[in-house]
């Protein structure tokens, strides 16, 4: 069997917890001048405020909801805690966002007694590790069941699968609770008459592969009550994003500038936390109509540089229309790999010698002196200052360049960047 434990509530939750003035009233987390809510307290959501809904919606819905600014690094902390718990527990745990996560229960039934009883241990063990958060469980034979049986009594809720009642759950299951099965594919799958999940299995999979490719034949897998994947210990994260939506929509290529350096300042010290590099720089931006364009490009050499991930963002920037306003902009590194196998590669391209690299390595020479004073020094006084001096070198080479004289070895060689999306 395998477990799913999912956190109630949990931003505004633990808002409620630290704060005992919010407790048993409606809390939205998020807001600000404009923005989303990221998540409400239960007694928001009778309101009909849920994540992802614009601020100002919520505060419409419902007047007397209070709007509480997030503290990630609270919830990550308490994060760290459940996760520690959940490893208590078992040797197989897969964290699958900040507030769930999969743990393969396989062996540890008998050691608590029975499948509820490891829940029931699990769920204590979180409420006391964290101050007093509560969770819900699900357990079920696969993955997907597991999730979804984790939301069947939310919240401070269990809801256990036994093997044999997998069928009828799945009778009375709408297609739409289905990970993976957005409005669009129920409605889809409900011109041909599918509802729930065992609707699917009337047909074939040659119909699902015609008709919806490669997600239909998966989807068919559910139907049957199948999920081969299992439960996968360690989940990087195969990219680090920051974004941002603005105070204010504007136009303004100077202010978006320095918006993309405060991001790659980000992005760029929590690869270099994590040791790790990419290859492809992304921009992501969503224009005042709410329509949104990628872009990415991908670098020569590997790079966690502030300078190296803010000089592509930028050239992406440059490149990209600004006759609509721009509500949101965000840079994302992925494409990371086994640094030391593509630095030797590239070095022997470059016989011996590659000035992008070498241009990447001071870059994070300095990085690191600057992200360890800061850990010294603390956060804001040293931050400044770092953003400051980037803040200025950035700015000299947007001026050099705009006289065609990038000092930047990587606009000297031939461009092996490739544009798309
Ligand atoms: P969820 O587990 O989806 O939501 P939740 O824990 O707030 O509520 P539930 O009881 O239904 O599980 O997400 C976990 C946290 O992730 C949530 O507290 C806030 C954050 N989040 C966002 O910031 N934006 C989003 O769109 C969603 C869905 C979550
Ligand atoms: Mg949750």
């Known amino acids: 069997m395998i477990v799913h434990v999912d956190m109630d509530a949990f931003f505004a939750s633990v808002e409620q917890m630290d704060n005992p003035a919010l407790r048993g009233r409606p809390v939205m987390v998020g807001g600000g001048e404009r923005g989303v809510v990221a998540t409400a307290s239960y007694e928001a959501r009778r309101f009909g405020v849920h994540s992802a809904m614009p601020a100002v919606q919520a505060r419409r819905l419902c007047p007397e909801g209070i709007f509480v600014r997030p503290r990630f690094e609270r919830y ?6 459940i996760m520690e718990v959940l490893q208590a527990h078992s040797p ?6 900040i507030d769930e996560a999969y743990l393969d229960a396989e062996g540890l039934e008998r050691l608590y007694g029975s499948l509820a009883g490891l829940v029931c241990s699990l769920r204590c063990a979180i409420r006391s590790a964290t101050g007093g958060l509560t969770c819900s469980v699900g357990a079920a034979p696969v993955k997907f069941l597991a999730k979804i049986c984790s939301d069947v009594n939310k919240p401070d809720g269990v809801f256990i699968l036994e093997p044999g009642d997998v069928d009828a ?10 990970p993976g099965v957005g409005p669009r594919m129920a409605e889809a799958l409900g011109k041909f008459g599918i509802r729930v999940a065992s609707d699917m299995r009337r047909y074939s999979p040659d119909f699902f592969r015609t008709r919806f490719g490669r997600p239909g034949l998966v989807l068919l897998e559910r139907a049957m009550g199948r999920d081969e994947r ?27 500038r320095r918006i993309l350096l405060a991001h790659a300042e980000k992005v760029g010290r929590r690869l270099r936390g994590r ?7 992304t921009l992501k931006i969503k224009y005042a109509d709410f329509t949104q364009i990628t872009r990415s490009k991908t670098l020569e050499a590997p790079v966690a540089s502030t300078q190296g991930i803010y000089g592509a963002a930028r050239e992406l920037l440059e490149a990209v229309s600004l006759k609509k306003a721009v509500r949101l902009i965000g840079v994302g590194v992925s494409n ?21 690299l070498e241009n990447e390595k001071r870059r994070m020479k300095l990085d690191r002196t600057l992200d360890a004073l800061r850990e010294r020094f603390g956060e804001a006084a040293v931050a400044r200052g770092a953003l400051a001096i980037q803040s200025r070198d950035g700015l000299e080479q947007g001026q050099r360049r705009r006289h065609g004289k990038d000092p930047e070895p990587s606009a000297q060689m031939p461009d092996a960047g490739n544009l798309r999306g």
């Open 230 to 256: 299992s439960v996968e210990p360690v989940r990087e994260a195969k990219s680090e994003s920051a974004e941002e939506t603005l105070a204010r929509d504007t136009r303004d290529l100077e202010l978006l």
């Open 92 to 97: 197989l745990v897969e964290q699958a966002s």
């Open 169 to 178: 759950f799945l009778a009375s299951l709408p297609v739409r609770k289905i």
């Open 275 to 281: 040791k790790l590099q990419g290859r492809t720089v």
């Open 336 to 356: 990371f790999g086994a640094p030391r196998e593509r630095l030797t590669l590239l070095s022997l391209l470059n016989g011996g010698r590659s000035p992008e």
């Open 76 to 81: 990550k902390e308490l994060s760290g805690r």
